[in-house]
């Protein structure tokens, strides 16, 4: 509002100086009458403009300063606590964090014996798998003060602010001692320098590397690091003295699942039918973020529904809700969609068994999120290393689907594009970083817009054709079967895994 009414007053005094000069230069008397109203309204204008840059946060005519204190004032908030007991599983990771904990708690004891601190710790692994938690759980452990920055922050237009963002965040922290400098999403500001020639970044980066070294053993200041992508941060940052201690925190085992599972049902009334060790295993691959999430979506539908306690129903209604997507409530999928999305379906199924993926837990075409109709599969083990037949076999379960279509319709459909993709996701990493492909042992990159070499795109044709042909081999031959189950579904809509048992006695 404010802005808008000195924009208003801005204009005027532009449109009447205008004028007065326009009339003086015409006047006989040139300036000498007026000439004292002509330099009050000059002078006024010139202020008023001032005055409307200032208030224009956006302007590039704003100092960069004033808004670094602004961003920092933001900064100040202090995150909550938390301990070990709050992070489940990774007990390699706290064992190995234990010392450095000690460290911080009795820093005299190592300094008699002249040990150093170590400064960097790095976590690395893909989202949402507690990196945060574990960091601030540091903290709370060694009663130390944890100071919150995310890379994305410190990344400017303005040359130097991103440094400066860097020197106030340490002087933070040696202010706070003992500290746990925590600096999310590192590699926002540590990736590899000149790669995209940004002097700001590397400026922030010169002067990270600068703090780093900068305090000494007696400061009692832990730097925790996290990045999902740890290939992509400049050697110096990675080198011994700075972020020397690297730790994968990755998607959590059936074990870890449970024990997650229990930390976010901790303050919550659980039915006796509720059973972790069940729920851990239909949530193979999810983050702890995602179990999180499913805890917290049980107990609102158990809210929803009235209930006093949460029921294992409300459980697998959140893993669906959390792992695919919202129900639709009044779908208006045509009679003829529905059939396509039943062999579609069955398609997957149909496949999984005779290849024998993981176990299906259920089969629907109750369309949820962006899916139409979706297969959901458990189970009873944590693989870490996976054949070639076994890649080639889950690229068949993909493609399950689509063949499926093309058998029974005659005709393909939009419905197989995110298989597709899941599928030349898995032929392009056995061409390009397995060496599971004719070509060899050998390993292929992507140029920078993702495009990969001819020789390698045929390479990925190959497998998928191959995978396809196999995939309709199975079709044709069990095509009794897949009648029976795309039949039931779109009958009954749901199936379940004990349903399919029935319907295939293979
Ligand atoms: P990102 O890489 O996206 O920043 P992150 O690895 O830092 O993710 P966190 O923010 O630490 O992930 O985790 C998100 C949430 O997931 C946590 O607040 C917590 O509720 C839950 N969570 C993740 N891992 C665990 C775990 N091991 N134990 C308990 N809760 C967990």
Redesign the pocket.
Known sequence: MRKKVVFWCLFCSVGITTSMLTAFSYSEKGFSGNSGQFILLVITTLVLLMYYLKLDGNSELVPATIKVKEQNKKRDDTTKLVTFK?????EEVKEELSEVIDFIKNVEKYKKMGAKIPKGIL?H????????????AIAGESNSHFIYASGSEFVEKYVGVGASRIREVFEKAKKNCPSVVFI??IDAIGSIRNADNNSEKDQTLNQLLVEMDGFNTNDNIVIVG???RIDMLDPALLRPGRFDRHMF?GN?NVK?RE??LK??TRNKPLATDVDMVEIARKTHGV???????IANEAAILAVRKNKTTITAEEFYQAIERVLIGLQLKNPSVMEKEKRVVAYHEAGHALIGRVLKNSPVEKISIVPRGQAMGYVLNSTDEDRYLHTRDELQNKICVFLGGRAAEELVFDEITTGAKDDLLKANEIAQQMVCELGMSDLGNRIYKCDHNGEAMPIVEREIKKIIDLAYKKTMDIINENSQSLEKIASELFQKETLTGKDLDMICNF
């Open positions: 709050d992070v489940a599983g990774l976590f692994g893909p989202p949402g798998t507690g990196k945060t938690l574990m960091a601030s999310d999403e996290a990045t999902n925190i959590p870890a024990e997650i930390v976010h983050s702890g973020a995602h179990l999180a999430s």
